[in-house]
């Protein structure tokens, strides 16, 4: 097994999910706040957290076609400087449980995060593959589909707990890059949403959107 890496408190987190749909890779990010209170190791406490809480919501609405085999976990030090420190992996099988077939790697669905302050800066976006086709109609998600990935949407909202379910250690939280794509702060989200009109993905990594 490889070297563990922690987080420091106050540190950042970020949570990559590696898929495969239709022989195309996936890469899905989500981006936390080590609000534990300690450090918090990648590989026994933030990975788990993350997947036994957020990806756990997640992967209920995505078709079966959408196979996952690696988490990989990314560290950052606290601000005012938060640098990456480095990351491991975490290797898995597990995947979407939507017994749907997915829609083409080319169309995704889109998860907006936002934050307090108005602008195109203080936004970010999740790209979700592998929609399942029994839950389109003429091009959107509707009716119960959509009430159910709105549903999802106040959950990945929420802290992610340890195995106890009784300490909050994962923060969601958006994080801000300059020019040159470092990270220079993290913002705590004010809520998800889920946009009802699917998207023509224009990326070479289906799933890849900060």
Not at 10 to 39: C, H, I, P
Not at 66 to 83: C, D, K, M, Q, S
């Amino acid at each position: 097994m490889a070297l563990d890496l922690t987080i420091p408190t106050n540190g950042g987190f970020v949570a990559e999910v590696w898929g495969r749909l239709f022989g195309q890779e996936t890469r899905t990010r989500f981006m936390y706040k080590n609000k534990s209170g300690g450090d918090l190791s990648i590989l026994t406490e933030a990975v788990p957290g993350f997947l036994a809480n957020h990806f756990t919501t997640f992967r209920t609405l995505i078709s079966s076609d959408w196979n996952v085999w690696n988490i990989r976990g990314y560290a950052y030090a606290p601000l005012p400087t938060p640098t990456l420190l480095g990351f491991r992996d975490t290797p898995v099988s597990v995947g979407g449980s939507n017994g749907g077939t997915s829609l083409p790697p080319s169309v995704a669905g889109v998860l907006r995060r936002r934050v307090g302050t108005p602008g195109r800066a203080n936004r970010g976006r999740i790209y979700v593959p592998a929609i399942p086709n029994t839950s389109v109609s003429e091009g959107s998600l509707q009716g119960a589909v959509l009430t159910a990935w709105i549903d999802a949407c106040v959950d990945l909202g929420l802290d992610c707990f340890d195995e106890s379910e009784t300490t909050a250690i994962l923060e969601p939280v958006l994080m801000k890059r300059n020019a040159m794509g470092t990270v220079t702060t993290w913002q705590i989200l004010s809520y998800w949403d889920f946009d009802p009109i699917l998207r023509s993905q224009r990326r070479r990594e289906v799933g890849v959107g900060i």
